[in-house]
């Protein structure tokens, strides 16, 4: 009696042990936009429909602000730079006297890839 | 006397286009709205010793908005820029560059529907901006 309480106690812990781990398996989980910037999007979007005269829309929304780029610094070196939804400010006496000043909205909306490629 | 009038000559041009430059200035008192439709690709090549630069909806050089700014930028299709051998190429959807000052509120906002891709090839400079903001010395 008492070897089988154990061993139907340790496949408890066996499968909830595995069920853990199975759902922290993902080491990156991808997390979705807040509603803000859901609105935002969908605002953009509204827009260009507007525009464009359509209605439909099927493909998945993804926003991003990033920097992605590589460079050699040098002469006769390349230098590839790609800017999206980003501001840059160059320290100096004029930090800060340059760009918005008030509340700013970057909105970049790409259904495509994005390829920075130094080669 | 022919080699100091080839000497004049560029000095001048040097004048000219340093004067050019630095008059490039342009003031907007009230709001500013620009906005870019485009139903195909874009793209953006410098080749050779060559410099490509494309601005779409974007603000470049010595600009001050004293109201709102908002920039948008639809396509349809591909965006890219390439530069290759020894080019430059630098490309600006929707972006402010350079000594660009904005009193109010601002809005970017770039749409792509296709893909975005960025080369450099030899020793080229590839820059591509998108709803970005680059302020310089």
């Known amino acids: 009696m008492n070897r089988s309480f154990y061993i139907y106690v340790a496949a408890c812990l066996f499968s909830f042990s595995t069920s853990t781990f199975s759902a922290s398996s993902e080491l990156a989980p991808r997390q979705g936009m807040s509603p803000l910037d859901k609105a935002k999007v969908h605002s953009v979007q509204a827009q260009n429909w507007a525009k464009m005269g359509k209605a439909g829309y099927d493909a998945e929304e993804v926003t991003e602000r990033t920097t992605e780029g590589s460079s050699v610094s040098g002469i006769g070196s390349r230098s590839c730079t790609t800017n999206i939804g980003?501001?840059?400010t160059k320290s100096g006496v004029s930090s800060g006297k340059y760009g918005p000043s008030k509340?700013?909205?970057n909105i970049v909306i790409i259904?495509?890839?994005?390829?920075?490629?130094?080669? | 006397m022919k080699n100091l009038m080839k000497t004049g000559l560029a000095v001048g041009l040097?004048?000219?286009?340093?004067?050019?430059?630095?008059?490039?200035?342009v003031s907007i008192g009230g709001n500013n709205q620009q906005s870019v439709d485009v139903k195909g690709a874009v793209s953006n090549f410098?080749?050779?010793a060559g410099r490509a630069t494309q601005?779409?909806?974007?603000?470049?050089?010595?600009v001050t908005v004293g109201g709102n700014n908002k920039q948008s930028v639809d396509v349809k299709g591909a965006v890219s820029n390439f530069a290759m051998g020894a080019g430059k190429a630098t490309q600006n959807l929707a972006s402010n560059n350079g000594k660009v000052t904005i009193g109010g509120n601002n809005k970017q906002s770039v749409d792509v529907k296709g893909a975005v891709s960025n080369f450099a090839m030899g020793v080229g400079h590839a820059t591509q901006n998108m709803a970005s903001n680059n302020s310089e010395d």
């Not at chain 1, 259904?111 to 080669?119: A, M, R, T, Y």
């Not at chain 2, 040097?14 to 200035?25: D, E, G, P, Q, R």
């Open chain 2, 46 to 48: 410098a080749m050779g």
């Open chain 2, 14 to 25: 040097i004048a000219v286009f340093s004067v050019a430059t630095a008059n490039a200035k």
């Open chain 1, 111 to 119: 259904k495509g890839d994005v390829v920075s490629l130094c080669k």
């Open chain 1, 103 to 105: 509340n700013s909205d």
């Open chain 1, 86 to 88: 980003t501001t840059t």
């Open chain 2, 55 to 62: 601005n779409l909806a974007s603000n470049s050089g010595k």
